[in-house]
């Protein structure tokens, strides 16, 4: 269910902007996740398409996926660094002291129109 209310805001977000920019119909939403998200971009797929199933602008939008990298900061050599795995340990100096950096769950890139 987690997906259907992240889902329901992606909609709200475009067709606000839809109307906001006076755009057309979209054809591709790029998203970006986190790589510690538990977002399951099937089931987001799912839900927008039955949610947008009458809605002129949306129907039939493809939404593509792309993981994004963690950002880290360790606290011991002050260096940040962007992973794409999940590790516990700074690859600068091998510190565990880290933290995580700007962790949005789910981002939208950009949208494209249909022209």
Same mark, same amino acid.
């Given at each position: 269910m987690h997906e259907y209310s992240i889902t329901s805001s992606i909609i709200e977000i475009v067709n606000r902007n839809i109307k906001k920019r006076n755009l057309?119909?979209?054809?591709?939403?790029?998203?970006r996740l $986190?790589?510690? =998200?538990?977002? /399951?971009?099937? $089931?987001?797929?799912?839900?927008f398409n039955a949610l947008t199933r009458e809605d002129k602008n949306l129907k039939g939008t493809e939404l593509a996926f792309e993981k994004e990298k963690l950002k880290l900061f360790c606290?011991?050599?002050? %260096?940040k660094s962007e992973i794409k795995d999940f590790?516990?340990?700074?690859?600068?100096?091998?510190?565990?002291?880290? $933290?995580?950096? /700007?962790?949005? /769950?789910? %981002?939208?890139? =950009?949208?494209e129109t249909r022209d």
């Open positions: 057309g119909p979209i054809k591709k939403i790029n998203l $986190s790589p510690i =998200s538990q977002i /399951e971009p099937e $089931s987001v797929t799912f839900y606290q011991d050599c002050g %260096k590790l516990i340990r700074c690859p600068h100096c091998g510190s565990g002291n880290i $933290s995580v950096q /700007e962790a949005e /769950e789910i %981002k939208i890139v =950009s949208v």
